[in-house]
């Protein structure tokens, strides 16, 4: 049996209350006890005595030790986009940030809507050395078009966790319908996209920064209105509703309202909408532009707001990477979209964490725990019999973001250049140890 003990971090897991110094101990895959003085005691099932000689030990003096991070929201682009991002490149990229746990979308090429694709994602991930837990979605219409629904009972059969044609609104508010009372009867979610197609047409929020760049823009209420159909419709079928990348201030005050309700609506934000604003196009072009698109000043403090409520249950990244000539085509011409998981972290202790603005534990309860109870899956906390999925971070630790450092196949960020603090430095994936230095050789030399 694997066993390790980390010792001398300062643990951050608010489902056990503890902010304080722990040692962990780790048996097999799963957390055997959390305390101090681990070494002379004994566990049902384990004497650490007899098997002192056998535990490896890994001084994290100085270092915060969190639940791994879960992030509900990446694009692996694989199968079919490969040049994009790969299931390996993206699952490293994952580790490098310290997330142990991702939800892939499905709008792949082919798309997810058929038990193939979702089966060829989970073979692939599950065959990598040392990768996170992969859970794929399902698309919620064929070919993500809008006009039928997926199958979506053989995609849960399959192993899709919930339902979402990501990237893309369902237009149809019967066909909406009709897609969350079969989702709900399979004992799925699903996740919306939350903008009206037909205000859409721009390629940034629509203000004073598209005006001076001469930029067509997206008003934020063509996501107000899609947030506001879709939390009716949640009301109507029962069906649990994910709001996506939430981005203004009327759809935070909408999810509050209906959470007031009692509808069954939980939400997310990104590190983006959390930290940037619309002003960031003119220094990052289209490395800042994604969809739906930074806002005001006004709105990204009302999702911050959401986000320290617990209005907005969940951060996720929104991992979008793209190649980087894709993204040198301009801002009318470049894709939505840009990279986070690597990140995230480090963005959010800086932007956040270190203002005050958020504590350390609402992190890890927005970006671990949280994400954990919304799908119903393994992890968000350490206590004892829990995945041995683990984030090491140093919160000194100072470093600018440079894209072609990534792990990631996509440098389309836009944090390039900005000197971040708190970065992890190392994850315990499935039990085993992975320092991340080690990971990111591994990638450049074509491994996992």
């Given at each position: 049996?694997?066993?390790?003990?980390?010792?001398?971090?300062?643990?951050?897991?608010?489902?056990?209350?503890?902010?304080?110094?722990?040692?962990?101990?780790?048996?097999?895959?799963?957390?055997?006890?959390?305390?101090?003085?681990?070494?002379?005691?004994?566990?049902?099932?384990?004497?650490?005595?007899?098997?002192?000689?056998?535990?490896?030990?890994?001084?994290?003096?100085?270092?915060?030790?969190?639940?791994?991070?879960?992030?509900?929201?990446?694009?692996?682009?694989?199968?079919?986009?490969?040049?994009?991002?790969?299931?390996?490149?993206?699952?490293?990229?994952?580790?490098?940030?310290?997330?142990?746990?991702?939800?892939?979308?499905?709008?792949?090429?082919?798309?997810?809507?058929?038990?193939?694709?979702?089966?060829?994602?989970?073979?692939?991930?599950?065959?990598?050395?040392?990768?996170?837990?992969?859970?794929?979605?399902?698309?919620?219409?064929?070919?993500?078009?809008?006009?039928?629904?997926?199958?979506?009972?053989?995609?849960?059969?399959?192993?899709?966790?919930?339902?979402?044609?990501?990237?893309?609104?369902?237009?149809?508010?019967?066909?909406?319908?009709?897609?969350?009372?079969?989702?709900?009867?399979?004992?799925?979610?699903?996740?919306?996209?939350?903008?009206?197609?037909?205000?859409?047409?721009?390629?940034?929020?629509?203000?004073?920064?598209?005006?001076?760049?001469?930029?067509?823009?997206?008003?934020?209420?063509?996501?107000?209105?899609m947030v506001a159909r879709d939390l009716l419709l949640s009301a109507h079928t029962g069906c649990p509703l994910h709001i996506q990348h939430v981005s203004t201030a009327q759809a935070v005050e909408l999810i509050a309202w209906a959470k007031g309700k009692g509808f069954p609506v939980t939400a997310e934000a990104t590190p983006h909408h959390l930290l940037l604003t619309e002003e960031a196009v003119e220094v990052y072009g289209a490395n800042a532009k994604m969809s739906p698109p930074l806002r005001g000043e006004a709105d990204r403090e009302a999702v911050i707001r959401g986000v320290k409520e617990g209005v907005i249950d969940c951060i996720a990244t929104d991992h979008a990477p793209h190649t980087p000539e894709e993204k040198a085509r301009?801002?009318?011409?470049?894709?939505?979209?840009?990279?986070?998981?690597?990140?995230?972290?480090?963005?959010?202790?800086?932007?956040?964490?270190?203002?005050?603005?958020?504590?350390?534990?609402?992190?890890?309860?927005?970006?671990?725990?949280?994400?954990?109870?919304?799908?119903?899956?393994?992890?968000?906390?350490?206590?004892?019999?829990?995945?041995?999925?683990?984030?090491?971070?140093?919160?000194?630790?100072?470093?600018?973001?440079?894209?072609?450092?990534?792990?990631?196949?996509?440098?389309?960020?836009?944090?390039?250049?900005?000197?971040?603090?708190?970065?992890?430095?190392?994850?315990?994936?499935?039990?085993?140890?992975?320092?991340?230095?080690?990971?990111?050789?591994?990638?450049?030399?074509?491994?996992?």
């Amino acid at each position: 049996m694997n066993l390790v003990l980390l010792k001398g971090g300062h643990l951050v897991d608010p489902l056990q209350g503890i902010h304080g110094p722990r040692d962990i101990l780790v048996a097999g895959e799963k957390v055997a006890a959390v305390g101090l003085g681990l070494e002379g005691v004994s566990f049902p099932g384990l004497d650490y005595a007899a098997f002192r000689d056998k535990v490896r030990e890994v001084d994290v003096s100085g270092l915060v030790v969190l639940p791994g991070f879960i992030d509900l929201h990446v694009h692996l682009r694989e199968p079919g986009q490969e040049e994009k991002e790969t299931i390996e490149s993206g699952c490293a990229a994952a580790v490098a940030g310290g997330i142990t746990a991702l939800v892939c979308m499905a709008n792949t090429d082919p798309v997810a809507d058929g038990p193939g694709v979702v089966e060829y994602i989970l073979k692939k991930a599950q065959n990598l050395d040392r990768a996170p837990r992969v859970y794929p979605l399902g698309a919620l219409t064929r070919g993500l078009h809008g006009e039928e629904l997926a199958d979506l009972e053989a995609l849960a059969r399959a192993g899709a966790v919930a339902f979402s044609d990501d990237g893309k609104s369902v237009a149809s508010a019967a066909l909406m319908a009709r897609g969350m009372e079969a989702a709900r009867d399979l004992g799925r979610r699903v996740f919306s996209h939350c903008e009206e197609p037909s205000l859409t047409r721009g390629v940034m929020n629509l203000g004073e920064v598209a005006r001076r760049l001469g930029c067509p823009g997206s008003p934020g209420t063509a996501e107000d209105l899609m947030v506001a159909r879709d939390l009716l419709l949640s009301a109507h079928t029962g069906c649990p509703l994910h709001i996506q990348h939430v981005s203004t201030a009327q759809a935070v005050e909408l999810i509050a309202w209906a959470k007031g309700k009692g509808f069954p609506v939980t939400a997310e934000a990104t590190p983006h909408h959390l930290l940037l604003t619309e002003e960031a196009v003119e220094v990052y072009g289209a490395n800042a532009k994604m969809s739906p698109p930074l806002r005001g000043e006004a709105d990204r403090e009302a999702v911050i707001r959401g986000v320290k409520e617990g209005v907005i249950d969940c951060i996720a990244t929104d991992h979008a990477p793209h190649t980087p000539e894709e993204k040198a085509r301009g801002l009318s011409r470049a894709p939505f979209g840009v990279v986070g998981l690597e990140t995230a972290l480090p963005a959010l202790i800086t932007g956040l964490v270190e203002p005050g603005i958020l504590t350390l534990e609402e992190l890890v309860r927005r970006f671990s725990a949280a994400p954990a109870r919304i799908l119903g899956i393994p992890g968000g906390t350490l206590a004892p019999g829990s995945p041995a999925d683990i984030t090491v971070v140093d919160m000194r630790a100072s470093r600018e973001v440079r894209g072609k450092d990534f792990c990631s196949l996509g440098e389309n960020t836009p944090f390039e250049g900005k000197a971040l603090k708190g970065w992890p430095v190392m994850t315990v994936l499935w039990g085993a140890v992975v320092p991340l230095a080690e990971r990111g050789r591994e990638r450049r030399d074509g491994g996992v």
